[in-house]
């Protein structure tokens, strides 16, 4: 089975732009999770999405958004970007959410 | 809320040495554990997992026990490997059946020759 994927794999923009970033689940996978990884902050909890919908939320601004289509991908999108969301966003899939969730190889954001 | 707390790092070790990671953890309920492993430039690879009190945990060599009167998920390895140099992270989800988990800080293991 392919693992979870995610595009692009680097990214730069600047402050005040916006960025959405993919991330593909294991087959047969339906719930997705996101993740912020700082070298501050180390790794924090963004939202999960299951069957389309967020089903839980971590403590980010409302400019950090995401979706999840039917064939269970799912988007995050940061709008007015901020020096401060440099990260590594990880993706993590899991069957139904309450099982063990495997991460993607993550997507490395620069904002300048 | 839930918490978990490793020794901070680096650990720097020889070959064959004989490898702990600390990990304590502050969750209600009956949380399940996990140990992640992060290599340069790459995400988050599940090492092992326990999800009940006096479970092992073991994969490659490493090994942990959910420890719950201690509330702890050591990790351990009797023999490293220059090839397991990479940073570890102790997480867990609770108990209340969402995938939400809570990460520790990571602890960086650097194995010399």
């Known amino acids: 089975k392919a693992g979870v994927t995610q595009t692009p794999r680097y990214l730069i923009k600047t402050r005040g732009q916006q960025v959405t970033l993919s991330c593909s689940p294991i087959s047969g996978h339906r719930s997705v999770s996101w993740y912020q990884q700082t070298p501050g902050q180390g790794l924090q909890f963004l939202f999960e999405?299951?069957?389309?919908?967020?089903?839980n939320k971590g403590n980010f601004p409302g400019r950090f958004s995401g979706r999840q289509f039917s064939n269970s991908r799912s988007e995050m999108n940061v709008s007015t970007l901020e020096l401060g969301d440099s990260a590594l966003y990880l993706c993590?899939?899991?069957?139904?959410?309450?099982?063990?969730?495997?991460f993607g190889p993550g997507t490395r954001l620069l904002v300048l | 809320g839930n918490s978990v707390t490793q020794m901070e790092g680096p650990v720097t070790l020889s070959e064959e040495a004989f490898l702990t990671i600390n990990c304590t953890y502050t969750?209600?309920?009956?949380?399940?554990l996990f140990w992640y492993v992060q290599y340069p430039g790459e995400g988050l690879q599940l090492l092992l997992k326990?999800?009940?009190?006096?479970d092992k945990g073991s994969n490659k060599g490493f090994e942990a026990t959910y420890r719950k009167e201690t509330t702890s998920f050591h990790l351990e390895k009797g023999s490293v490997q220059v090839s397991d140099s990479a940073v570890y992270f102790c997480a867990l989800s609770d108990s209340s059946g969402y995938s939400t988990l809570t990460f520790g800080k990571g602890t960086m293991l650097l194995v010399s020759p």
């Open positions: 969750a209600t309920g009956y949380p399940s």
């Open positions: 999405y299951f069957s389309e919908t967020q089903r």
């Open positions: 326990a999800t009940k009190a006096d």
């Open positions: 993590a899939s899991s069957l139904r959410g309450k099982e063990t969730q495997y």
